[in-house]
């Protein structure tokens, strides 16, 4: 359209002026955007975190803290479940498997799991995904270690190597010299698992067995003075777990799932929570949904500021393009044409703003996204946008047009009065 | 004192059961207008039957009566009675193991309950258990083995939420015990399942 | 030079104004022009000093400003009738425009502002191109026949001189032969050689298929036309008694 261009054109001719206003619209739509982008990814990660499971039970606790542990390693428990428990629901008739899952211990910020072979054999996440070796297997001797993918990217481990765990600490994120360690028990890497998009990236998987064994010298968090355990001694103590964080479970028939619920969060013996992991998700998602929307609100006002910065500066300039009008007048434009150039320029620089924010949005998703898989275990999205930004987009670009129809106004007032004779 | 949950669990079971047991008179199933089936064509080479408005007891069969169970008069018991401990225990164990109705199977219903939602696909819900009322699993009972569909969306829906009141439609199916450890030919059925036509969330407009 | 239906030229008058009266709000009658006719094709000079209300004279022709009585016919057609809506393509259609100086849209090229009039008038543009080349040839051709060549066309219009910028404006009135030409002391900002020979350009241009009516304080351009009158005859309203001196 003729009107477009010309309004393309005029801006382009003052862009000196301009460029501060598109500045704020640029940085406006990007905080819109990653505000966005950062909800969706982390409620994607989180739901993509575990899938087929029916019941992930651990020591009473609320139900989000335990998942968020088990499943997350976010937070630290007061305490865990036993051994016996953990066989007992193994035991269940109406469980097909069962994933034990003991966490305590880190390497280098990133914390150690201590599981068994059922975590290799039934762990789905995404769509129903299994687990994938890109480097190696769960194959060795007593003191072997899978990494997550992104552990292994991240320190540049492959199979083979060697590494020693750290005791406590792993929510820091980084490495504290401070811990205690367990260097006279070195673990050798015998797989990398491929990249999965979840906290399962950022851990490491040792045996149940070679937990138990690192910590036969150790009491109350620390190496007993005096008492030294070899490997070679290992052998002669029973190296059966004691206690676990949790358990993942597996039932025969999913619709089961509300009665063993029921069982095993009311069963004598020790007290127990029994969490649906879809469900304590959505209470997750509740939690922080009263944060989510005033970051909303934060970001749609930002937008706002920007966008009345636009108009405050394109207004300001309308007095030098009263000439400009009154030509465009003398060939032939009316009023109203008048007013539609000033919303085409509005627009304009809108969607120049609102594609410049996209860019850098796209561009820091990219940037951080290792980052945040390392951290956190989110998958960031670096794709095209999903289907709830492009609305918004839509939204800043009606904004955008909306914050012109006072410029737009005022100019077809200025081309009224003035006629082929701007007073200036 | 009995613990507040178990007392609470007796009542809402004494009153389910009071619900449960009565005999119906007429029909379970009332037709309702035909609704168009998404079925792709090949999905079902006859036409289909058309979708029957169904009710939550219409999955029990007429005869299973869960009250002979309790054996005594629940109501003069004490709260700390081993007896009314052991009915508790007793009514557990019938509710989990409540036959499904077999004239069921097959039957293209149109049913309306609450979401719980078991499996997601990054974040949009793929599988959900329907059950009849709400709170199943926050402060109430588990409802019995009977009076729970395991429903597979067609398509993952972000819409629904945990204890979304909807109608479901679609067929329902006897759920097959499919344990790796179950014994070749002893084929037990253990609940119902449904692969999802269609999930509207409920409205007054669409209750009918 | 395009040839002129016979039916065009001498057929109907390009400008005809009866009874025009106009004041400005809550002011005495500053335009009154009982009769005003210019034909087809003809070239007119209209002397007025500053403050003799050419400028309004002229904006109510243009259809800008709407008189209080009196009708204004251009090629035919009556603007005063006309809802103010379409009096804005009406001017498009038959009317080109050139001031004294800042005719052009600083940021467009020569040529695009030569093409100005052809996005707000489709009459105009059917009449640039009934020759059968493109509009954007057309205007190089116009252009090309006042004086600016094809290095300058693509230039943006603020770096032409005042006198190159004067001929666009021309080019940009005379696209699309409209009926009627006004020129409001056009060579006013030029020195005497370029006003001469910008003068000469434009009435060759016109010819005998747009009228001009060319209005200015200098009287030594009047022997270039074919009449000549004063704004003191023509608007018996703007004599100097008229005016109020403090």
Redesign the interface.
Known sequence: MALMLLACKSAWSRRGALSLAILSIVLSVALLLTVERVRHSARASFAASLSGADLVIGPRDHPLRLLLHAIFHIGTPDTGMSWDGARRIAADPAVAWTIPLALGDSHRGFPVVATNTSFFEHYRYGRAQPLAFSDGSNAGGLFRVVLGAEVARRLGYRSGDQLALSHGGADAGHHDARHAHHHDKPFTVSGVLAPTGTPVDRALYIGLHAMQAIHLDWHGGAPIPGVSLGAADLGKFNLEPTQVSAVVVGLKQRAAVLRMQRKFNTGAGEPLSAVIPAVALEQLWDLTGAAERVLDAVAALVLAVALCGLAAAVLAGLNERRRELAILRAVGARPLHVFLLLLCEGAALTVTGAAAGLLLVQLAAIGLAPWALARWGVALDIGLPSAAEWPLLAEVICAGLAASILPGWRAYRLSLADGLAPKV | MMDPSRRRMLVAAAIALAGCSRERPGADLHPVQSQAATASPAAAPAPAAPVQEAEWYALQPRDWEPARTFNEDVASLSDNDPRAVEALARLQQAWANAPVEPGMDGARIRIGGYIIPLDTDYGAVSELLLVPYFGACIHAPPPPANQVIHVFLPEPRRDLRMMDPVHVSGTLRLARDRSPDNVAGLIETVGYEMAAEAVVPYTPDTAN | MNVIPASEAGATAALQVDGLRFAWPHQAACIDVPRLRIAAGESVFLHGPSGSGK?TL??LL?G??VAQAGSVAIGGHDAATLPA?RR??F???HVG?I?QQ???????SALDNVL??C???ALRTRRATMSGGSLREEAARLLGRLGIGAPLRGRPASALSVGEQQRVAAA?ALIGRPALLIADEPTSALDDDNAHAFLDLLLSECGAASALLLVSHDLRLAPRFARSMAMADLNPAARPEAWRWP
């Open positions: 400028t002229l904006s243009a800008i400003l809506r804005d393509g001017r498009a259609d425009i001031f800042f005719n052009l849209v600083p940021y467009l100005l009039p996005h707000f008038s940009r």
